[in-house]
């Protein structure tokens, strides 16, 4: 069974957003670029990349071809890579350059080992209520994830979530599924046409003790 990939919010790739760690988004895909930062430190074809640290770059790229976006040069006639920001690591210079190595192999935004998972393509907010110590706790979770993933996230506020039973509105839900999945739907887009308060109409998640305490 080919193995699910992990979803990040947008805020989660901005928190990744210094020299040391640095991730990028694009075309759906996030990256950790960190190992290409170290292995080029101080480079200045870093810049680029450094300055759009965290955020999202699709903007750079050709959605058909996957690749950096291309233009012909009116003064000869050739094709090249488009970077309005500046030519950044393994985009090739426009003409002879002694300094250039061609034999860089895949180009970081075609190498699959700097991916890390997907990026979102709608992120949802919750509310969890402890219903045995009434804590509640709001979270932004990836619409693409399975209520196990969604747990997986709330680990880090409560180590003993599996202990729960996970019901909305009296239903018991399925943790294999997802929160659409589960009859939770997502109604942002209706809300907003209402001119209505997303935050007033955030769904519940109701955490019933079992009253066996699992591993965290």
Known sequence: MMERPRYFT???????????????SFLGRVCDLSPLMSRYQGHVLLLPIMECAGKDISSWFDPKTKDILKFVDPLTCCERYYTPRGRFVHVPPNGPCSDWDSDIGQPWWKDRRYEVGLLSAKTRWIRILNTLTSQEQLLEVCSEETLEEILQRFLHFNSHARSYTWKHQGQILDMRKTLAENGIMDDDLELDQLRLDRDIFIPTIMLNFNDDLTEG
Do not use: G
């Open 10 to 24: 947008p805020s989660e790739v901005a928190s990744h957003c210094t020299s040391a760690d640095l991730w990028v």
